[in-house]
């Protein structure tokens, strides 16, 4: 059974930091590419940041860019999310995602809410 479950999410001032981690299992986590996705109210989904399977590469939406820094642990099945200098438009719920091998997966999301 495929499994992503995201944590870290929570209530933080603006300029605070908050680290999003997404654990998996029920398939070969190394394999596939995995990303950060966020919907805020009213708004579509949007990606957030992406890491491949081999080799590290990253890819970041501009507006993160610079704040934002996804990570990978192949020997625990989790990738993360360390969120720096966050904004309130950075608010919504963080959802994780797998791709790979022609199918992909999906988390059920996490709350980030940034506000003073």
């Known amino acids: 059974q495929v499994q992503l479950v995201e944590s870290g999410g929570g209530l933080v001032q603006p300029g605070g930091s908050l680290r999003l981690s997404c654990a998996t299992s029920?398939?070969?986590?190394?394999?596939?590419?995995m990303s950060w996705y966020r919907q805020a109210p009213g708004k579509e989904r949007e990606l957030v940041a992406q890491i491949f399977s081999f080799g590290g590469r990253t890819n970041y939406a501009d507006s993160v860019k610079g704040r934002f820094t996804i990570s990978r642990d192949n020997a625990k099945n989790t990738v993360y999310l360390q969120m720096n200098s966050l904004k309130p438009e950075d608010t919504a719920v963080y959802y994780c995602?797998?791709?790979?091998?022609?199918?992909?997966?999906w988390g059920q999301g996490t709350q980030v809410t940034v506000s003073s």
């Open positions: 995602n797998a791709y790979g091998l022609g199918v992909q997966y």
């Open positions: 029920g398939f070969a986590f190394s394999l596939y590419a």
